[in-house]
Every structure is written in structure tokens, then in C-alpha cells.
């Protein structure tokens, strides 16, 4: 049996090379938010929440109280009120006795640093101070900042020089130099006022970075530093690096600073359109407006609140045809890209330009649009996917949005990002505006939005947030800490865990996932385990995790503890407690441990319902149809019973809705129109057959693209009722709404059948030999790979394994969960108190017919192919020749499976 599934693991990952190893890098979150925005599709936050209006935000008056600093060294009496800890005190008692320093250490207590930004114009160095105050008793008032590290340093290219030259930006602290980020320096010196001190709070100052103690305790309070800010200011405004070739100096020229300042208006106006339209010019509530700072004298901010291709910063900059040329390199339309390949000697054929309709155009014509290119510009900033400013905008009181000399309110940025996922869902998915759900979530949870918040779990809040960008992976959890949530509240300093910078990430991750199976009684948290084929295959992912930072892991990381810094697909897990699957009805945790740490090995109790005796292809923007063609299974699927199973697997039995349906035929019709839909446009471009998606990954880029045609002609003309039948089912389906939920779903997934007939979609790391099982306290099925021989396996030298692992059983490494047909609602349990035999629905003997046919089956060299594909088809040659074909026998005596209840040692 062995030999079987190894060679169908060979052949398919030999044919799955191009997609799983050449577009590896931009299929997870964890690449660059640019690369990731256009290659994931859908943000794992989209399917949360409803669209509502919201009112106005009072103006921020200026204030400039004394500080601490100021009082101690002029000899003045410290302030009743702030209450200071004991350590700091005696170290700024030392500033009495010449023994000054920047920081002083703050490790406990709730005292915070607040900058005081000093006066200045534009060019003017930037200096600065600190004060001490107590959260608790905060005796004057300060704004937040929240905005993105970025770059430490700047490197551009000099024509002058003809050189690369790096940057450095400090600013002077309290008499020091202190180097700070490009992006923080370029936020200060657009904050500041050129008349009066401004007080604010920027973790990158007002945290001693280089103290790992403070920075654990800092991080303890962040959440009440937010909460308690008059108000938060929101900076995106990364500087666009994009160099222009000048035609009239013949020089490169770096885009004009005024440039953000009309990219800015462009995407501002065009969040106000997008509100004002859904509002209404007669709903009595104000029309959302943005603000640009001017340069007169009187730095009187002008007020705008609509679209304009070219808004009055671009009109009033002196090179016209500069500028001009800069906004054309920025906002390159599809039509303009088509153009150039064509230019190229590309083969396609230039389509007409279509006109742009703005706002009212549609998914064909948005990305041609300058109105949608203005929309995808702004949500493409790396504001939107970073970790740490998601509890920064959810706790503000109020808060606005900087991008150079313009802002606008973050409630009409929220808003929009609502109107748009609701109404516009189409142009997003089209053009790849992912920051759009990671903003509605942010501002879903926040109190400017007049809903109530939702009721999140710390671990709930962790799979929302997954997608979100960290520079040091730990921050995953500790950047999360300020929000309230079940098992999470800060405001009674009654948190998750402790932040602890001395923890490895690998260590962190684990007490996490313990702490979260201790508190539920449930394993609801392995469904976030995620690896992948190939470069995060379970073996490879557990025994040399890349945790996305510089902060390795020190030991190894066990296959059931997620890897938070991982995230390929969307979970099959519920987002609402209350509309759960019940795998384990019946049958509630049963751990074997005696201690409270958290263990490298999970030993549980439960049911193997299962081996895995075929995988299907990987599914990539699509749904695998190839059991349609199947020799020995497409009968069965291609029936009306088999389809209908077929739809419940794709859409892991729920609804479009994401509600749990036992049965419904709305997914049979919509997959139906589907399917047509895609035959169609086959038709007119002579696409492959429906089995075969293979080729996505050869045709240049195209693998990143959503799939649009594919022939079902084969499949038509070996079951010719089928198509007769699709068509009466597509009359009242929706391609559109399968292709939201569905294919989302089945994304970075393969369908699987087991010996004894279940059919299940898993994780695209499953494979042959694989078992399914039923866990104590699990709401889904997992898929477990066993590991009796790991000692032995090349794959593990000069690697040491735990020390926990058991000598006596199995031991299995968890691949990940699955929707198991008939597995889902607690049957396992029921066959065990019947004492029957676990059986699928699909007859097992087309299983073993189907794997047996491709295992005798020849196959003949193809004239593209990698060498170990080319070595494969050879050995399996010389096999056959030999005349060692392989029996079905071999495989029989696993498609019976009694239910009985046994003890998983989970590495």
C-alpha cells in the first residue's frame, strides 16, 4: 500500500511543480503588503459584519502643560496627582545629581513618556522632550500616533554623485540625537506647528526600544495609551519612491514632495464620493469632507469633497509637464499595461479603451477607471496591513488620517470601506484592493461605528488580524493585548498572557495554543494550523519553522501549535460559536497531560474514521471538476446525488451566506451556472478540458489570476445528460455567488477520498496515507500523518526531537483540518455507541478501482516536464515491464473501519 500512495504523491506533485514551487513566494500573507494584496484573494476578514452611518467628530483643542522633567529639575513640587512608581523615582532623583539620561526605566507602574514636539517651520531640525505622566491620573492632554515603522534609512540614487547614498534622519530628544525611521520623520515634521508645542504619544520615542523589559511593559499598557489620547492621528503617508525619466533634462528625477500631496487628493476625494453617495445629499447628516493645509501665510486648510484626476496640487506645481508625467507612471491603467505588452510583441489583441465611468464603473472597466485607481492607491498603503495599528484606530476616541499636507476623518475612510465591501465587493475582488477588509474590520470594532461591537474570543481576534504584518513575529499576539475580548481585558489588567520579549516566538506560539485548549475544553485552536506543499510541508514546517523575523526559534515547533506568521487559506472553522460543526458531538476533551505547561507533544483521545487513499489536484482560484471525468468515479459524481455531495463539499456546508445548511440546493444551482459559465467562454477561446488546470502555472503571470474560462467538453461528451441537467439547475443559480463562496473556500484545498469511502476537502499538503480523525473536543475533523518511522527518516538528521515524544504508540504529525461528508456532526460517535462500521458515501470499490487504474496506468514522457516527473514515468516503466502491477487486495483490508476510541501522541 506504501508503494502505491507514493507513487501517486510523485506523480502529482511532479505536475503541481510550476504552481507550488515557482509561485511560492506570493501565495501567504507574510510576503510585502504590494506583493500580497495582489496575489491572495480573499482577505481572510471580509466575511465580518454590516454597514451602518455615523455621525460627526469635535475639533482637538491644543494644550501645553508643564512636564515632569521641567518640575524636577527647576526644584518644583511633582504634581499630587501623578502617581509615579517607586524606580522611576529614584532615577530622576539622579538628574539632581548630574546623573542625566535619555530614558529612564519605566518596568512597572502606568507611567508613559509623552513627546513634546517642539515648534518649528518645515525645514527646521526637529527637537523635541519628554514628560512623565500617570495613565490614571493624566494631568495634560496628548494625541497618538499611529503609522507604520518602515525602512530604517533611506537609500536613493544621486545623479550628482552618481552614487547610491543612504540617509539618516534623527531628531534631537532632551539634548540627544536619536535616528529614527524615514516614515516616523516625515510624520513628525508634517505634524508639527510652526507657532505652538504639540504633545504626542509615537511608540518608537516614547518606548526605549532597546530595553526588552520595558518594551514587555510598555506594551501592557498601549491599549490604555490609545484609549486615553484626546485624539489618534492616523499617518499613511509613505513616501513613493518611483524615480521618472525628465525628457526635457534627460535626468532621473525623484516624483516632487507636492506629489503626495495630489495623490492625497485624488484618493481622499474619492472616499468622499464613494460616502456622499450613499448618503445622499438629503439624509441631514454632514457630507464627508477632506482638508488640505495650504501654503499662504495664513495656513487657512481648504476643503474638498470630491474626485478630481488632476486636484488643484497638481494644477498649481510649476512643471506641468513633469507632473504630468509623474501621475502617469503612478496610475498605469489596465488598458495602458495591455498596450505596452502588446508593444513588446506580445500576442494578445489591444481591446478598445473603454471611457471612464468613475464611480459607476463596472468590474470590466474599474481598473481602467482613474477614480478606482485613486480608491486602490490609498488601501494599498502599508497602514492597512500592519498588526499594531489595528488596536491603535479601535480604541480612538476619534481619529484622523494624514497623508502629507492633506487629512480627512477616519470615520469617512471606515465608512467607505464598509459601502465598498458591501456594494462594490466585485471591483475589489477584481481589482485586488485587499486593504478594504482589513479597514472595515478595524473600523467594525471600533466605537465610531454605530453598531455593537462584536463578541470576539482573544483567539478569534487572532485568526481575524492573521493576514496583518508584523516585523517582529511575537508582536502577532502582544499587539493585539489593548483590545477587550473574551479571556482579554486590559482595562482590569486581566490579560491573555504577559507580554515576555525574552520568549522565542516558537515558545510564545505554543503557550498560546495551550492556554487556549485549557481555557475553551475544546481544540477549536488547531484549526488555525496551516502548512502548505512543498516549502511548509508539515515534516519541513515543524522541524524548521521560518518565522517571518529575526527572532528564531530555539527548539523545534510542534505540528498541532499554529504558526501565527503562516496563513494560506481561509478557516473552516466558525466565526459565530453558535453556528459551529459538531465533529466530537458527544465526546468532550480528554487530554493526557499532568502539568500546566504547555507540552511539545498533544496526547488526546480519539477516532480514526479514516486512511486517505487519493488526493486531488491542487486547487488554485478554481474547483477541482476532474472526478466529472473520472473512469471509474465520474458516474457517481456526475449523477445528481454525487453533485449535490460534490456542492456541499466546496462549499463545506454552508450556505453563501457562511451559515451552516444541511441541505440546500441553492449551491447545486449556482455551481451549475458555474460551471456553464466557465464552458462558455471556453468555447469562443478554445481553452483546455476542465481536468486539466495544470497549464495555469506556465503561461506567464496568469496563475495569479482569478480562473474565467474552462471546457467542460469532455465531461459533457462522456456524460451527456449532465449538461441537460446543469442547464435546468442554472436557471436559478448564481456563477457569481458560487465564485464568492465556493472557490474562496476551495482555495490552496484538495478533495480527498478515503479506503472506505468518505470524500473530504483538506489542506493541499494532504496526501495519500494520511488518516482522518475524529478528536475529543474537536468541532471539525483533522487530518493526522503518522511518523512510526520518523527516526529513520532522512528528512530528520542532525535534528533532535523532543524529549517528550512517547517510546510506546504511533505518534502522528497534525497536516491540518478537513470537511469530512458525513463526518461533520458527531456520526463517528454515533457509530462507536452502535459498534458499526464507519462508511462513506461513496462506494469504496470505485475508490480502489480509480487509485488502482492510475497506479497500472501508462504514461508516456510529455514534452515539458521537471526531471523528477521524467525519472517517475521511467521507474513506474520499468515497474510495469516487470510485470509488478499493483492489486487491489493490498488495499482492501483498510476499507473497513471499526470505531474505537484511542490515545493521538501529536507532535
Given at each position: 500500500?506504501?508503494?502505491?500512495?507514493?507513487?501517486?504523491?510523485?506523480?502529482?506533485?511532479?505536475?503541481?511543480?510550476?504552481?507550488?514551487?515557482?509561485?511560492?513566494?506570493?501565495?501567504?500573507?507574510?510576503?510585502?503588503?504590494?506583493?500580497?494584496?495582489?496575489?491572495?484573494?480573499?482577505?481572510?476578514?471580509?466575511?465580518?459584519?454590516?454597514?451602518?452611518?455615523?455621525?460627526?467628530?469635535?475639533?482637538?483643542?491644543?494644550?501645553?502643560?508643564?512636564?515632569?522633567?521641567?518640575?524636577?529639575?527647576?526644584?518644583?513640587?511633582?504634581?499630587?496627582?501623578?502617581?509615579?512608581?517607586?524606580?522611576?523615582?529614584?532615577?530622576?532623583?539622579?538628574?539632581?545629581?548630574?546623573?542625566?539620561?535619555?530614558?529612564?526605566?519605566?518596568?512597572?507602574?502606568?507611567?508613559?513618556?509623552?513627546?513634546?514636539?517642539?515648534?518649528?517651520?518645515?525645514?527646521?531640525?526637529?527637537?523635541?522632550?519628554?514628560?512623565?505622566?500617570?495613565?490614571?491620573?493624566?494631568?495634560?492632554?496628548?494625541?497618538?500616533?499611529?503609522?507604520?515603522?518602515?525602512?530604517?534609512?533611506?537609500?536613493?540614487?544621486?545623479?550628482?554623485?552618481?552614487?547610491?547614498?543612504?540617509?539618516?534622519?534623527?531628531?534631537?530628544?532632551?539634548?540627544?540625537?536619536?535616528?529614527?525611521?524615514?516614515?516616523?520623520?516625515?510624520?513628525?515634521?508634517?505634524?508639527?506647528?510652526?507657532?505652538?508645542?504639540?504633545?504626542?504619544?509615537?511608540?518608537?520615542?516614547?518606548?526605549?526600544?532597546?530595553?526588552?523589559?520595558?518594551?514587555?511593559?510598555?506594551?501592557?499598557?498601549?491599549?490604555?495609551?490609545?484609549?486615553?489620547?484626546?485624539?489618534?492621528?492616523?499617518?499613511?503617508?509613505?513616501?513613493?519612491?518611483?524615480?521618472?525619466?525628465?525628457?526635457?533634462?534627460?535626468?532621473?528625477?525623484?516624483?516632487?514632495?507636492?506629489?503626495?500631496?495630489?495623490?492625497?487628493?485624488?484618493?481622499?476625494?474619492?472616499?468622499?464620493?464613494?460616502?456622499?453617495?450613499?448618503?445622499?445629499?438629503?439624509?441631514?447628516?454632514?457630507?464627508?469632507?477632506?482638508?488640505?493645509?495650504?501654503?499662504?501665510?495664513?495656513?487657512?486648510?481648504?476643503?474638498?469633497?470630491?474626485?478630481?484626476?488632476?486636484?488643484?496640487?497638481?494644477?498649481?506645481?510649476?512643471?506641468?509637464?513633469?507632473?504630468?508625467?509623474?501621475?502617469?507612471?503612478?496610475?498605469?491603467?489596465?488598458?495602458?499595461?495591455?498596450?505596452?505588452?502588446?508593444?513588446?510583441?506580445?500576442?494578445?489583441?489591444?481591446?478598445?479603451?473603454?471611457?471612464?465611468?468613475?464611480?459607476?464603473?463596472?468590474?470590466?472597466?474599474?481598473?481602467?477607471?482613474?477614480?478606482?485607481?485613486?480608491?486602490?492607491?490609498?488601501?494599498?498603503?502599508?497602514?492597512?496591513?500592519?498588526?499594531?495599528?489595528?488596536?491603535?484606530?479601535?480604541?480612538?476616541?476619534?481619529?484622523?488620517?494624514?497623508?502629507?499636507?492633506?487629512?480627512?476623518?477616519?470615520?469617512?475612510?471606515?465608512?467607505?470601506?464598509?459601502?465598498?465591501?458591501?456594494?462594490?465587493?466585485?471591483?475589489?475582488?477584481?481589482?485586488?484592493?485587499?486593504?478594504v477588509y482589513n479597514a472595515y474590520l478595524m473600523f467594525r470594532m471600533s466605537p465610531m461605528s454605530d453598531l455593537p461591537p462584536p463578541q470576539l474570543s482573544f483567539t478569534h481576534l487572532l485568526r481575524l488580524t492573521r493576514q496583518f504584518e508584523v516585523t517582529d513575529s511575537r508582536d502577532r499576539i502582544y499587539g493585539l493585548l489593548g483590545m477587550k475580548t473574551a479571556?482579554?481585558?486590559?482595562?482590569?489588567?486581566?490579560?491573555?498572557?504577559?507580554?515576555?520579549?525574552?520568549?522565542?516566538?516558537?515558545?510564545?506560539?505554543?503557550?498560546?495554543?495551550?492556554?487556549?485548549?485549557?481555557?475553551?475544553?475544546?481544540?477549536?485552536?488547531?484549526?488555525?494550523?496551516?502548512?502548505?506543499?512543498?516549502?511548509?510541508?508539515?515534516?519541513?514546517?515543524?522541524?524548521?519553522?521560518?518565522?517571518?523575523?529575526?527572532?528564531?526559534?530555539?527548539?523545534?515547533?510542534?505540528?498541532?501549535?499554529?504558526?501565527?506568521?503562516?496563513?494560506?487559506?481561509?478557516?473552516?472553522?466558525?466565526?459565530?460559536?453558535?453556528?459551529?460543526?459538531?465533529?466530537?458531538?458527544?465526546?468532550?476533551?480528554?487530554?493526557?497531560?499532568?502539568?500546566?505547561?504547555?507540552?511539545?507533544?498533544?496526547?488526546?483521545?480519539?477516532?480514526?474514521?479514516?486512511?486517505?487513499?487519493?488526493?486531488?489536484?491542487?486547487?488554485?482560484?478554481?474547483?477541482?471538476?476532474?472526478?466529472?471525468?473520472?473512469?471509474?468515479?465520474?458516474?457517481?459524481?456526475?449523477?445528481?446525488?454525487?453533485?449535490?455531495?460534490?456542492?456541499?463539499?466546496?462549499?463545506?456546508?454552508?450556505?453563501?451566506?457562511?451559515?451552516?445548511?444541511?441541505?440546500?440546493?441553492?449551491?447545486?444551482?449556482?455551481?451549475?451556472?458555474?460551471?456553464?459559465?466557465?464552458?462558455?467562454?471556453?468555447?469562443?477561446?478554445?481553452?483546455?478540458?476542465?481536468?486539466?488546470?495544470?497549464?495555469?502555472?506556465?503561461?506567464?503571470?496568469?496563475?495569479?489570476?482569478?480562473?474565467?474560462?474552462?471546457?467542460?467538453?469532455?465531461?459533457?461528451?462522456?456524460?451527456?445528460?449532465?449538461?441537460?441537467?446543469?442547464?435546468?439547475?442554472?436557471?436559478?443559480?448564481?456563477?457569481?455567488?458560487?465564485?464568492?463562496?465556493?472557490?474562496?473556500?476551495?482555495?490552496?484545498?484538495?478533495?480527498?477520498?478515503?479506503?472506505?469511502?468518505?470524500?473530504?476537502?483538506?489542506?493541499?499538503?494532504?496526501?495519500?496515507?494520511?488518516?482522518?480523525?475524529?478528536?475529543?473536543?474537536?468541532?471539525?475533523?483533522?487530518?493526522?500523518?503518522?511518523?512510526?518511522?520518523?527516526?529513520?527518516?532522512?528528512?530528520?538528521?542532525?535534528?533532535?526531537?523532543?524529549?517528550?515524544?512517547?517510546?510506546?504508540?504511533?505518534?502522528?504529525?497534525?497536516?491540518?483540518?478537513?470537511?469530512?461528508?458525513?463526518?461533520?456532526?458527531?456520526?463517528?460517535?454515533?457509530?462507536?455507541?452502535?459498534?458499526?462500521?464507519?462508511?462513506?458515501?461513496?462506494?469504496?470499490?470505485?475508490?480502489?478501482?480509480?487509485?488502482?487504474?492510475?497506479?497500472?496506468?501508462?504514461?508516456?514522457?510529455?514534452?515539458?516536464?521537471?526531471?523528477?516527473?521524467?525519472?517517475?514515468?521511467?521507474?513506474?516503466?520499468?515497474?510495469?515491464?516487470?510485470?509488478?502491477?499493483?492489486?487491489?487486495?493490498?488495499?482492501?483490508?483498510?476499507?473497513?473501519?471499526?470505531?474505537?476510541?484511542?490515545?493521538?501522541?501529536?507532535?
Amino acid at each position: 500500500m506504501d508503494n502505491i500512495f507514493k507513487e501517486a504523491l510523485a506523480r502529482r506533485r511532479n505536475k503541481e511543480y510550476v504552481l507550488t514551487s515557482t509561485f511560492t513566494n506570493a501565495v501567504y500573507y507574510g510576503s510585502p503588503a504590494w506583493a500580497r494584496k495582489k496575489s491572495i484573494w480573499p482577505p481572510i476578514s471580509r466575511d465580518s459584519g454590516l454597514v451602518i452611518s455615523h455621525g460627526g467628530v469635535d475639533e482637538f483643542p491644543s494644550c501645553a502643560p508643564a512636564g515632569i522633567n521641567q518640575l524636577v529639575a527647576t526644584g518644583a513640587p511633582t504634581p499630587s496627582e501623578v502617581q509615579l512608581s517607586e524606580e522611576l523615582r529614584r532615577n530622576l532623583s539622579r538628574l539632581t545629581f548630574g546623573q542625566d539620561v535619555l530614558y529612564h526605566p519605566l518596568h512597572d507602574g502606568e507611567t508613559i513618556r509623552i513627546l513634546e514636539l517642539h515648534a518649528g517651520n518645515v525645514d527646521d531640525p526637529i527637537t523635541c522632550s519628554f514628560h512623565y505622566a500617570n495613565l490614571h491620573h493624566l494631568h495634560m492632554k496628548y494625541e497618538a500616533l499611529s503609522y507604520v515603522w518602515g525602512e530604517k534609512r533611506e537609500v536613493s540614487y544621486s545623479e550628482d554623485t552618481k552614487k547610491w547614498e543612504t540617509k539618516f534622519h534623527t531628531v534631537q530628544c532632551n539634548g540627544y540625537d536619536r535616528e529614527i525611521t524615514p516614515n516616523l520623520y516625515r510624520a513628525l515634521r508634517h505634524t508639527r506647528s510652526p507657532s505652538e508645542p504639540i504633545f504626542l504619544w509615537a511608540d518608537a520615542l516614547c518606548i526605549n526600544q532597546d530595553d526588552a523589559r520595558e518594551r514587555g511593559h510598555q506594551v501592557t499598557l498601549m491599549g490604555a495609551v490609545y484609549r486615553s489620547a484626546r485624539r489618534v492621528l492616523i499617518w499613511i503617508g509613505e513616501q513613493n519612491k518611483s524615480s521618472v525619466y525628465d525628457k526635457t533634462t534627460g535626468k532621473i528625477r525623484e516624483p516632487p514632495a507636492l506629489f503626495e500631496d495630489v495623490r492625497a487628493q485624488r484618493s481622499f476625494g474619492a472616499i468622499c464620493d464613494i460616502v456622499n453617495r450613499w448618503q445622499g445629499a438629503d439624509s441631514g447628516t454632514p457630507p464627508a469632507i477632506y482638508n488640505l493645509s495650504t501654503t499662504s501665510q495664513s495656513n487657512e486648510p481648504n476643503s474638498f469633497n470630491t474626485f478630481e484626476e488632476h486636484p488643484s496640487a497638481a494644477r498649481d506645481y510649476e512643471d506641468s509637464d513633469f507632473m504630468c508625467k509623474v501621475m502617469e507612471d503612478q496610475y498605469v491603467t489596465k488598458h495602458a499595461r495591455k498596450k505596452n505588452q502588446w508593444c513588446r510583441g506580445d500576442d494578445d489583441e489591444i481591446e478598445t479603451q473603454q471611457p471612464d465611468l468613475g464611480i459607476d464603473a463596472t468590474p470590466e472597466t474599474a481598473p481602467d477607471s482613474q477614480f478606482w485607481m485613486s480608491i486602490d492607491d490609498l488601501f494599498n498603503h502599508s497602514w492597512f496591513w500592519r498588526v499594531w495599528v489595528v488596536q491603535e484606530a479601535v480604541l480612538a476616541k476619534t481619529a484622523v488620517v494624514k497623508w502629507a499636507n492633506a487629512e480627512i476623518d477616519w470615520r469617512w475612510i471606515g465608512l467607505a470601506a464598509a459601502i465598498l465591501r458591501t456594494n462594490y465587493n466585485s471591483i475589489c475582488e477584481g481589482m485586488r484592493i485587499g486593504g478594504v477588509y482589513n479597514a472595515y474590520l478595524m473600523f467594525r470594532m471600533s466605537p465610531m461605528s454605530d453598531l455593537p461591537p462584536p463578541q470576539l474570543s482573544f483567539t478569534h481576534l487572532l485568526r481575524l488580524t492573521r493576514q496583518f504584518e508584523v516585523t517582529d513575529s511575537r508582536d502577532r499576539i502582544y499587539g493585539l493585548l489593548g483590545m477587550k475580548t473574551a479571556g482579554n481585558d486590559p482595562e482590569t489588567n486581566s490579560l491573555f498572557l504577559v507580554p515576555d520579549y525574552t520568549l522565542s516566538a516558537a515558545e510564545l506560539w505554543r503557550q498560546v495554543a495551550w492556554k487556549a485548549i485549557r481555557d475553551t475544553g475544546n481544540l477549536s485552536i488547531l484549526s488555525s494550523v496551516q502548512y502548505t506543499t512543498h516549502e511548509y510541508e508539515s515534516e519541513r514546517a515543524v522541524r524548521k519553522p521560518d518565522l517571518g523575523s529575526t527572532q528564531k526559534a530555539t527548539n523545534a515547533t510542534s505540528s498541532w501549535v499554529p504558526h501565527w506568521d503562516l496563513v494560506y487559506r481561509t478557516t473552516l472553522a466558525p466565526w459565530d460559536a453558535s453556528d459551529a460543526f459538531a465533529a466530537a458531538k458527544g465526546f468532550p476533551l480528554k487530554l493526557l497531560h499532568t502539568t500546566d505547561t504547555a507540552p511539545s507533544v498533544l496526547r488526546v483521545q480519539g477516532i480514526q474514521a479514516g486512511t486517505v487513499g487519493y488526493a486531488g489536484i491542487l486547487m488554485w482560484h478554481d474547483v477541482d471538476t476532474s472526478l466529472l471525468v473520472s473512469k471509474h468515479l465520474g458516474p457517481f459524481f456526475a449523477s445528481e446525488s454525487g453533485l449535490r455531495i460534490l456542492c456541499r463539499i466546496f462549499t463545506a456546508g454552508r450556505n453563501s451566506y457562511g451559515s451552516l445548511t444541511e441541505s440546500s440546493d441553492e449551491a447545486l444551482f449556482d455551481f451549475a451556472a458555474y460551471v456553464l459559465l466557465l464552458h462558455n467562454r471556453a468555447d469562443t477561446k478554445g481553452d483546455r478540458d476542465g481536468e486539466d488546470i495544470y497549464h495555469l502555472g506556465l503561461l506567464n503571470d496568469r496563475a495569479y489570476e482569478p480562473r474565467e474560462t474552462k471546457s467542460f467538453q469532455k465531461v459533457f461528451t462522456l456524460r451527456p445528460k449532465l449538461k441537460k441537467m446543469l442547464e435546468m439547475w442554472a436557471q436559478s443559480g448564481d456563477a457569481a455567488r458560487f465564485r464568492q463562496s465556493a472557490v474562496a473556500i476551495c482555495e490552496r484545498r484538495r478533495l480527498f477520498l478515503t479506503l472506505n469511502g468518505f470524500i473530504g476537502l483538506g489542506p493541499d499538503s494532504v496526501r495519500e496515507g494520511d488518516d482522518v480523525t475524529v478528536l475529543s473536543g474537536g468541532d471539525v475533523p483533522f487530518l493526522l500523518r503518522p511518523i512510526t518511522d520518523l527516526e529513520s527518516s532522512p528528512e530528520v538528521e542532525n535534528t533532535s526531537l523532543p524529549v517528550e515524544l512517547p517510546s510506546l504508540g504511533q505518534r502522528h504529525l497534525l497536516v491540518g483540518e478537513c470537511y469530512v461528508e458525513g463526518l461533520m456532526h458527531g456520526e463517528a460517535i454515533e457509530a462507536l455507541s452502535r459498534k458499526s462500521d464507519l462508511k462513506g458515501p461513496v462506494p469504496h470499490e470505485l475508490i480502489l478501482q480509480e487509485i488502482i487504474s492510475y497506479g497500472n496506468q501508462r504514461e508516456n514522457v510529455p514534452s515539458f516536464a521537471p526531471i523528477v516527473e521524467i525519472e517517475r514515468i521511467e521507474r513506474k516503466k520499468r515497474r510495469l515491464q516487470q510485470g509488478q502491477a499493483f492489486t487491489i487486495d493490498v488495499l482492501k483490508q483498510h476499507t473497513r473501519v471499526t470505531p474505537e476510541k484511542k490515545i493521538f501522541h501529536i507532535w
